[in-house]
Protein backbone atom coordinates (compact mmCIF):
# COMPACT_ATOMS: atom_id res chain seq x y z
CA UNK A 1 0.00 0.00 0.00
CA UNK A 2 2.85 2.20 0.59
CA UNK A 3 4.72 1.89 -2.91
CA UNK A 4 1.44 2.02 -4.08
CA UNK A 5 1.15 5.95 -2.12
CA UNK A 6 5.16 6.36 -3.29
CA UNK A 7 4.26 5.91 -7.18
CA UNK A 8 1.04 8.33 -6.92
CA UNK A 9 3.44 10.99 -6.05
CA UNK A 10 5.88 10.20 -8.20
CA UNK A 11 3.30 10.35 -10.69
CA UNK A 12 2.15 13.58 -9.49
CA UNK A 13 4.93 15.67 -9.28
CA UNK A 14 6.48 14.50 -12.46
CA UNK A 15 3.29 15.55 -13.67
CA UNK A 16 3.73 18.83 -11.85
CA UNK A 17 6.83 19.16 -13.78
CA UNK A 18 5.16 18.83 -17.01
CA UNK A 19 2.66 20.72 -16.82
CA UNK A 20 5.38 24.01 -15.80
CA UNK A 21 7.13 23.30 -18.69
CA UNK A 22 4.41 22.87 -20.82
CA UNK A 23 3.71 26.48 -20.05
CA UNK A 24 7.37 27.59 -20.31
CA UNK A 25 8.06 25.95 -23.66
CA UNK A 26 6.70 28.54 -26.05
CA UNK A 27 8.74 31.31 -23.97
CA UNK A 28 11.90 32.81 -25.00
CA UNK A 29 14.85 31.19 -23.30
CA UNK A 30 17.49 32.84 -21.88
CA UNK A 31 20.00 31.37 -20.04
CA UNK A 32 22.43 33.18 -18.16
CA UNK A 33 26.53 31.89 -16.75
CA UNK A 34 26.32 33.70 -13.37
CA UNK A 35 23.16 34.08 -10.79
CA UNK A 36 24.19 38.12 -10.42
CA UNK A 37 24.01 37.98 -14.55
CA UNK A 38 20.56 36.44 -14.71
CA UNK A 39 19.03 38.72 -11.71
CA UNK A 40 20.00 41.45 -14.36
CA UNK A 41 18.12 39.89 -17.23
CA UNK A 42 15.07 39.12 -15.38
CA UNK A 43 14.94 42.64 -14.12
CA UNK A 44 15.07 44.03 -17.88
CA UNK A 45 12.65 41.03 -19.73
CA UNK A 46 10.48 40.42 -16.32
CA UNK A 47 8.11 37.54 -17.64
CA UNK A 48 8.63 37.83 -21.17
CA UNK A 49 11.66 34.95 -21.10
CA UNK A 50 12.06 31.97 -19.07
CA UNK A 51 15.81 32.67 -17.55
CA UNK A 52 18.08 30.29 -16.05
CA UNK A 53 21.48 30.86 -14.56
CA UNK A 54 24.09 27.74 -15.02
CA UNK A 55 25.77 28.10 -11.99
CA UNK A 56 24.05 27.45 -8.51
CA UNK A 57 24.22 29.67 -5.66
CA UNK A 58 27.93 29.67 -4.12
CA UNK A 59 29.79 29.15 -7.37
CA UNK A 60 33.30 29.99 -8.29
CA UNK A 61 32.80 31.13 -11.41
CA UNK A 62 36.54 31.66 -11.85
CA UNK A 63 37.04 27.44 -10.85
CA UNK A 64 33.36 26.19 -13.10
CA UNK A 65 33.90 23.83 -15.46
CA UNK A 66 30.62 22.97 -17.89
CA UNK A 67 29.06 19.71 -17.06
CA UNK A 68 26.80 17.97 -19.75
CA UNK A 69 23.45 19.58 -18.57
CA UNK A 70 25.48 23.13 -18.85
CA UNK A 71 25.87 22.33 -22.15
CA UNK A 72 22.11 21.43 -22.66
CA UNK A 73 21.05 24.69 -21.19
CA UNK A 74 23.24 26.57 -24.03
CA UNK A 75 21.70 24.81 -27.09
CA UNK A 76 18.24 24.97 -25.65
CA UNK A 77 18.33 29.04 -25.21
CA UNK A 78 17.27 31.61 -27.50
CA UNK A 79 19.85 33.93 -26.23
CA UNK A 80 22.58 32.81 -23.92
CA UNK A 81 24.03 36.08 -22.07
CA UNK A 82 27.30 36.17 -20.22
CA UNK A 83 29.32 38.26 -18.41
CA UNK A 84 32.92 37.94 -20.26
CA UNK A 85 36.75 39.69 -19.22
CA UNK A 86 37.61 36.18 -18.65
CA UNK A 87 35.47 35.78 -15.15
CA UNK A 88 33.57 32.73 -16.57
CA UNK A 89 37.35 31.26 -16.41
CA UNK A 90 37.56 27.26 -17.82
CA UNK A 91 34.05 27.87 -19.73
CA UNK A 92 35.51 31.02 -22.17
CA UNK A 93 36.38 28.84 -24.65
CA UNK A 94 33.12 26.58 -24.38
CA UNK A 95 31.53 30.20 -25.49
CA UNK A 96 33.52 31.25 -27.62
CA UNK A 97 33.23 28.40 -30.11
CA UNK A 98 29.27 28.63 -28.71
CA UNK A 99 29.28 32.01 -29.92
CA UNK A 100 29.87 31.41 -33.63
CA UNK A 101 27.02 29.76 -34.51
CA UNK A 102 24.69 30.50 -31.67
CA UNK A 103 22.78 34.27 -30.41
CA UNK A 104 25.00 35.06 -27.51
CA UNK A 105 25.47 38.69 -25.82
CA UNK A 106 29.35 38.99 -23.90
CA UNK A 107 28.34 41.55 -21.09
CA UNK A 108 31.76 42.75 -20.79
CA UNK A 109 32.29 43.49 -24.05
CA UNK A 110 29.77 45.87 -24.63
CA UNK A 111 31.66 48.17 -21.73
CA UNK A 112 34.40 50.88 -23.29
CA UNK A 113 38.16 49.97 -22.50
CA UNK A 114 38.61 52.84 -19.99
CA UNK A 115 36.40 52.14 -17.73
CA UNK A 116 37.95 48.63 -16.80
CA UNK A 117 40.95 47.96 -14.50
CA UNK A 118 43.84 46.17 -15.86
CA UNK A 119 44.80 43.45 -14.07
CA UNK A 120 47.52 43.17 -12.36
CA UNK A 121 48.60 39.36 -12.57
CA UNK A 122 48.06 38.80 -16.32
CA UNK A 123 49.10 41.05 -19.41
CA UNK A 124 46.66 42.21 -21.38
CA UNK A 125 43.30 41.25 -19.16
CA UNK A 126 41.23 43.03 -16.85
CA UNK A 127 39.18 42.58 -13.55
CA UNK A 128 36.24 40.98 -14.21
CA UNK A 129 34.18 42.32 -10.93
CA UNK A 130 32.70 45.10 -12.51
CA UNK A 131 29.80 44.70 -10.75
CA UNK A 132 30.94 46.17 -7.40
CA UNK A 133 30.77 49.62 -9.02
CA UNK A 134 27.06 49.94 -9.47
CA UNK A 135 27.32 52.95 -11.58
CA UNK A 136 29.69 50.81 -13.82
CA UNK A 137 27.06 48.16 -13.57
CA UNK A 138 23.97 50.04 -14.60
CA UNK A 139 26.01 50.90 -17.69
CA UNK A 140 26.55 47.31 -18.61
CA UNK A 141 22.68 46.59 -17.79
CA UNK A 142 21.93 49.31 -20.43
CA UNK A 143 23.95 47.96 -22.69
CA UNK A 144 22.48 44.81 -22.22
CA UNK A 145 18.96 46.06 -22.49
CA UNK A 146 20.08 47.19 -25.80
CA UNK A 147 21.25 44.06 -26.65
CA UNK A 148 18.00 42.36 -25.80
CA UNK A 149 15.89 44.99 -27.86
CA UNK A 150 18.60 44.34 -31.27
CA UNK A 151 17.06 41.08 -30.95
CA UNK A 152 13.37 41.46 -29.80
CA UNK A 153 12.56 44.73 -30.94
CA UNK A 154 9.27 43.93 -30.38
CA UNK A 155 9.73 44.10 -26.85
CA UNK A 156 11.18 47.54 -26.94
CA UNK A 157 8.58 49.68 -24.64
CA UNK A 158 8.59 46.62 -22.27
CA UNK A 159 12.17 46.68 -21.79
CA UNK A 160 12.61 50.13 -22.03
CA UNK A 161 10.06 50.20 -18.90
CA UNK A 162 11.68 47.72 -16.67
CA UNK A 163 15.10 49.58 -17.17
CA UNK A 164 13.84 52.40 -16.11
CA UNK A 165 12.61 50.95 -13.02
CA UNK A 166 16.60 49.14 -12.92
CA UNK A 167 17.72 52.57 -13.89
CA UNK A 168 16.17 53.80 -10.29
CA UNK A 169 16.80 51.18 -8.12
CA UNK A 170 20.47 51.28 -9.47
CA UNK A 171 21.13 54.82 -8.93
CA UNK A 172 19.60 54.65 -5.50
CA UNK A 173 22.10 52.08 -4.60
CA UNK A 174 25.28 53.75 -6.21
CA UNK A 175 24.15 56.51 -3.62
CA UNK A 176 23.79 54.19 -0.77
CA UNK A 177 26.72 52.66 -0.70
CA UNK A 178 28.99 55.71 -1.50
CA UNK A 179 27.34 57.63 1.46
CA UNK A 180 27.57 54.88 3.66
CA UNK A 181 31.53 54.06 3.01
CA UNK A 182 32.05 57.61 3.06
CA UNK A 183 30.87 57.21 6.88
CA UNK A 184 34.18 55.45 7.64
CA UNK A 185 37.03 57.46 8.13
CA UNK A 186 40.16 56.68 5.29
CA UNK A 187 42.44 56.98 8.14
CA UNK A 188 43.39 52.92 9.08
CA UNK A 189 40.39 51.42 6.99
CA UNK A 190 41.54 48.43 4.45
CA UNK A 191 39.54 46.92 3.12
CA UNK A 192 40.79 42.72 3.61
CA UNK A 193 39.55 39.42 1.41
CA UNK A 194 40.31 36.17 0.73
CA UNK A 195 40.62 37.43 -3.21
CA UNK A 196 41.15 40.92 -5.30
CA UNK A 197 37.08 40.67 -5.89
CA UNK A 198 36.87 44.72 -4.94
CA UNK A 199 38.96 47.00 -6.84
CA UNK A 200 36.26 48.53 -9.11
CA UNK A 201 34.43 49.06 -5.17
CA UNK A 202 37.46 50.90 -3.99
CA UNK A 203 37.93 52.88 -6.72
CA UNK A 204 34.44 53.78 -7.04
CA UNK A 205 33.74 54.68 -3.39
CA UNK A 206 37.45 55.66 -2.42
CA UNK A 207 38.28 52.77 0.18
CA UNK A 208 41.81 50.96 0.33
CA UNK A 209 41.46 47.45 -0.82
CA UNK A 210 43.84 44.27 -0.70
CA UNK A 211 43.13 40.93 -1.38
CA UNK A 212 45.16 37.72 -0.61
CA UNK A 213 44.82 36.09 -3.46
CA UNK A 214 44.75 37.82 -7.15
CA UNK A 215 41.86 38.75 -9.17
CA UNK A 216 41.52 34.68 -10.00
CA UNK A 217 40.94 31.67 -7.50
CA UNK A 218 42.86 29.16 -9.83
CA UNK A 219 45.82 29.48 -7.33
CA UNK A 220 46.44 29.11 -4.44
CA UNK A 221 47.80 31.88 -2.17
CA UNK A 222 51.66 30.73 -1.09
CA UNK A 223 53.37 31.26 2.57
CA UNK A 224 54.96 34.63 1.29
CA UNK A 225 51.16 35.92 0.19
CA UNK A 226 50.31 35.01 3.75
CA UNK A 227 53.35 36.41 5.62
CA UNK A 228 53.09 39.52 4.21
CA UNK A 229 49.69 40.39 4.16
CA UNK A 230 50.15 39.04 8.12
CA UNK A 231 53.10 42.03 8.00
CA UNK A 232 50.48 44.52 6.54
CA UNK A 233 47.33 43.78 9.40
CA UNK A 234 49.65 44.11 12.32
CA UNK A 235 51.42 47.49 10.93
CA UNK A 236 48.30 49.57 9.99
CA UNK A 237 46.62 48.01 13.21
CA UNK A 238 43.89 46.53 10.98
CA UNK A 239 41.05 44.55 13.37
CA UNK A 240 39.17 42.54 10.92
CA UNK A 241 38.85 41.10 7.76
CA UNK A 242 36.41 39.52 5.88
CA UNK A 243 35.90 35.79 4.29
CA UNK A 244 34.08 35.12 1.01
CA UNK A 245 30.73 32.84 0.53
CA UNK A 246 31.95 31.09 -2.59
CA UNK A 247 35.56 30.66 -2.05
CA UNK A 248 36.83 28.70 0.80
CA UNK A 249 37.98 30.26 4.45
CA UNK A 250 40.59 28.02 4.90
CA UNK A 251 44.17 30.77 3.62
CA UNK A 252 42.14 33.74 5.42
CA UNK A 253 41.75 31.86 8.43
CA UNK A 254 46.04 31.38 8.08
CA UNK A 255 46.20 34.75 7.60
CA UNK A 256 44.53 35.23 11.26
CA UNK A 257 46.25 32.49 12.70
CA UNK A 258 49.83 34.20 11.85
CA UNK A 259 48.41 37.57 13.20
CA UNK A 260 47.63 35.85 16.47
CA UNK A 261 51.16 34.25 16.47
CA UNK A 262 52.37 37.46 16.59
CA UNK A 263 50.20 39.24 19.33
CA UNK A 264 47.62 40.74 17.07
CA UNK A 265 43.86 40.24 17.25
CA UNK A 266 41.75 39.91 13.80
CA UNK A 267 38.12 39.63 13.63
CA UNK A 268 36.84 37.41 11.00
CA UNK A 269 33.74 38.83 9.44
CA UNK A 270 31.75 38.61 6.29
CA UNK A 271 30.81 36.61 4.27
CA UNK A 272 30.95 38.97 1.56
CA UNK A 273 28.78 37.79 -1.12
CA UNK A 274 31.69 38.49 -4.69
CA UNK A 275 31.06 36.38 -7.42
CA UNK A 276 27.54 34.45 -6.58
CA UNK A 277 24.32 35.56 -4.62
CA UNK A 278 23.41 34.38 -1.79
CA UNK A 279 20.29 31.72 -0.97
CA UNK A 280 16.98 33.20 -3.27
CA UNK A 281 15.05 33.92 0.40
CA UNK A 282 17.92 35.63 1.63
CA UNK A 283 18.61 39.13 1.90
CA UNK A 284 21.33 38.80 -0.75
CA UNK A 285 19.34 36.96 -2.70
CA UNK A 286 19.29 39.54 -5.40
CA UNK A 287 21.99 42.02 -6.64
CA UNK A 288 20.62 44.94 -5.01
CA UNK A 289 20.45 42.73 -1.44
CA UNK A 290 23.86 41.67 -2.55
CA UNK A 291 25.55 45.19 -2.49
CA UNK A 292 23.51 46.66 0.76
CA UNK A 293 24.49 43.28 2.60
CA UNK A 294 28.41 43.67 2.03
CA UNK A 295 28.22 47.33 2.22
CA UNK A 296 26.27 47.34 5.50
CA UNK A 297 28.86 44.08 6.59
CA UNK A 298 32.17 46.18 5.59
CA UNK A 299 31.21 49.74 7.25
CA UNK A 300 29.80 48.39 10.42
CA UNK A 301 32.66 45.89 11.04
CA UNK A 302 35.44 48.60 10.04
CA UNK A 303 33.11 51.53 11.46
CA UNK A 304 33.17 49.01 14.66
CA UNK A 305 36.90 49.11 14.82
CA UNK A 306 38.01 52.84 13.90
CA UNK A 307 39.90 54.31 15.68
CA UNK A 308 40.43 58.03 14.77
CA UNK A 309 37.77 59.36 17.08
CA UNK A 310 38.96 57.85 20.31
CA UNK A 311 40.21 60.56 22.73
CA UNK A 312 43.91 61.39 23.02
CA UNK A 313 45.39 58.71 25.04
CA UNK A 314 42.45 56.48 25.67
Known amino acids: MKTRIWLLVGLAFLTACKFENDEDKNKFHITATTNIMADGVRAL?????VVTPIMAVGV?????????RD??????????????????????QVLHKFSRTHPVVDVGATLPPTLLIASPDYANTVDPHIWFDVHLWSIAMRNLKDEII???PEWEPYVNANWEKLNAQLNELDQYTAQKVKSITNQGQVLITAHDAFSYFGKAYQIEV???QGL???????LNDVSSLVSFIIEKDIKAIFIEQSISPRAIKAVIEGCRR?????TLAGPLYTD?????????????????TNVDEIVSNLKQHDTTNREPGS
Open 276 to 292: SLGDPKGSAGTYVGMVK
Open 60 to 68: DPHLYKASQ
Open 216 to 222: STLSEPG
Open 210 to 212: KGL
Open 45 to 49: VGDSA
Open 150 to 152: ERK
Open 71 to 92: LDLLFEADLVVYHGLHLEGKMV
Open 262 to 266: RGHQV
